[in-house]
């Protein structure tokens, strides 16, 4: 019965913020197995990442009450398709990419807080390079991911390690 209901822009918005949450939590455990050389780079996209759900956070209200313009910029899905990984991360981009033509908007509008506005689409510029790079972390692996990949190596059940397992039934999660 669920299968025609349509994501509603506010659930678009929070879908993007777990999947953001996801993708932070993914990296601050890779970066735990690079050298101390990396690890400061890698520290650095988290932090990213995490400025990016305050400005997500603090746009809420375009989602929550949204216009005709916000309905029209985001996808046309349903909710059972978000938990396809490809179409998640399609939402996602879609949503931050939304959001930085709504702060590039404010920053014409709003001069005297320019510096602040180009702060914020710095950061929602560079999450949306994180998640390109990080791109693997939204597939499910496929036949021909080598088998160190695609055994879940965080909980030790053997079970491959999807996106929805990594996020809802791995044991390290609880």
Not at 22 to 49: H, M, Y
Not at 115 to 130: A, D, K, M, Q, R
């Amino acid at each position: 019965m669920t299968n025609n209901v349509k994501a509603d822009p506010i659930v678009q918005l929070l879908f993007a913020k777990t999947s953001i949450q996801f993708l932070s939590k993914n990296i601050a455990e890779f970066s735990k197995t690079q050298p101390e050389s990396k690890r400061k780079g890698i520290e650095s996209d988290v932090e990213c990442l995490w400025y990016a759900l305050e400005i997500l956070n603090s746009y809420e209200g375009h989602f929550s009450n949204p216009d005709e313009r916000t309905r029209k910029s985001l996808l046309d899905v349903n909710i059972e398709d978000l938990l396809d990984p490809s179409t998640g991360y399609l939402v996602t981009r879609t949503v931050l990419s939304y959001l930085a033509e709504i702060v590039v908007e404010a920053s014409g509008k709003y001069p005297d807080r320019r510096e602040s506005f180009e702060g914020y689409l710095n950061v929602l510029w560079t999450t949306l390079e994180i998640m390109n790079t990080c791109k693997i972390f939204f597939q499910d692996p496929d036949e021909a991911t080598p088998i160190h990949i695609a055994v879940c190596a965080r909980c030790a059940k053997g079970a491959m390690a999807t996106r929805y397992h990594t996020t809802y039934e791995c044991s390290d999660n609880f």
